[in-house]
């Protein structure tokens, strides 16, 4: 019997995927730095506890396990110590981060993990499943494509300012340790920087055009190491003044990640945010959308999902099977590198709908 520890189970989403993943008969151990709540959280499960914190010796409590699922975010803070250790033990690697640092930093050790014999297997949530399987899917489609757009339409992204219910406390920890980050595209094969909400267009979410910053979400990463297509860049819906109020954010960037302040937020931020409850879980579809070109032709697709955080819950528990069913590759692998372009479909309950493509698009413009 093949077997997985949940780390960070008892967050709001390490949460969902162990209810997930008891739900379909399966028993991971759960664990995480605070004793009291892995107990409580086993206890309520009937599964085993392990507790331990990311200074501890991570090697001896990972010996036993054949994977890993990190739910423990943000990731730049918890990835790289369980990395690390997995490769040391031996021990498969999945996590739900969607920061492109963290990507970056697992595919750099590609060549240690293939080396170890060792699945590395970061972004097994919303980000970066749908918009890394559509990736895939375009390039499929456009075999000669040298660019690629991604577009996520999250919350009311009319609204523009995500409310306490629609997202949880780790994921605006994660935005706000990021708060200051100059943004990235990837051009020409190489990560560049750029400012924040320096580039904008008008994307086709399925109700009319809509106004899209670039931002910085790991498919800058991830879906140039899935196609090869080495321009990636990846728009978010939002209205115009929550571009340039993100333009403005870059001025100030380094006073928002400094220490004190980010002291400061964290426990506001516990004190706000909830996460997203059941009826929320149920609402709250998303869109993602992609186009490739090569110059020449376009083609785009559309990907409708259920809510983010109840599609994390599906995508994690199903990838952490497979790759515990083996079969997956070792080496740093991406959710479509390592399952194929239909596994958004396969997973959880998304649609996928190809557009029309009439004429050549110069993605620069
Ligand atoms: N890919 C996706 O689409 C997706 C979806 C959902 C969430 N996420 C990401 O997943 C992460 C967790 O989100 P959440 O909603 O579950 O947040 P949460 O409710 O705040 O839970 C975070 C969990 O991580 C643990 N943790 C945080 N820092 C740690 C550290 N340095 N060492 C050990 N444990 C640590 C926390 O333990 P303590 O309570 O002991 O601190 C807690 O168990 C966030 O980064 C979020 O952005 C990604």
């Keep these: 019997m093949e077997r997985l520890l949940v780390y960070g189970s008892y967050g709001y989403t390490g949460r969902l995927i162990v209810d997930e993943a008891v739900s379909r008969g399966q028993s991971p151990t759960v664990a995480g730095r605070d004793g009291r709540k892995v107990t409580a959280q086993a206890r309520e499960h009937g599964l085993e506890a392990r507790t331990f914190s990311l200074e501890d010796d991570i090697p001896s409590h990972l010996a036993e396990f054949d994977a890993v699922l990190n739910c423990a975010g943000p990731f730049v803070e918890t990835a790289e110590p369980l990395v690390e250790a997995c490769l040391e033990t031996e021990t498969d690697y999945l996590d739900i981060t969607g920061e492109f640092r963290v990507f970056e930093r697992i595919r750099r050790r590609d060549v240690r993990a293939r080396d170890a014999g060792v699945t590395l297997l970061p972004g097994v949530g919303f980000d970066v499943v749908p918009s890394d399987c559509l990736a895939a899917f375009l390039a499929d489609q456009l075999p000669t494509a040298d660019r690629l757009a991604i577009g996520v339409q999250g919350m009311d992204s009319r609204r523009g300012i995500p409310t306490p219910a629609d997202v949880s406390r780790g994921t605006a920890k994660t935005l706000f340790s990021g708060a200051g980050t100059t943004n990235v595209v990837r051009k020409n094969g190489a990560l560049v920087r750029v400012p924040l909400g320096f580039r904008s267009r008008t994307i086709d979410f399925g109700d009319g055009p809509e106004h899209a910053v670039a931002i910085p979400l790991g498919d800058v990463v ?137 004429a050549a698009v110069d993605l620069e413009k």
């Design 222 to 358: 991830t879906a140039a190491q899935t196609t090869g297509i080495e321009n990636v860049e990846v728009y978010a819906a939002m209205p115009s003044w929550a571009g340039s109020a993100m333009a403005a954010l870059e001025s100030i960037g380094w006073l928002l990640e400094s220490r004190p302040v980010q002291k400061l937020a964290r426990p506001a931020i516990d004190a706000l945010i909830d996460g997203p409850g059941e009826s929320a879980l149920k609402t709250g579809e998303t869109v993602v959308w992609g186009e490739v070109g090569d110059g020449e032709r376009i083609v785009r697709a559309r990907i409708r999902t259920p809510n983010p955080y109840a599609l994390t819950a599906k995508s994690a528990v199903e990838a952490a099977k497979r790759v515990l069913d083996g079969g997956v590759p070792a080496g740093a692998q991406t959710p479509a590198t390592a399952f194929g372009s239909e596994f958004v479909l396969e997973c959880s309950d998304s649609e996928r709908e190809v557009l029309e493509t009439p």
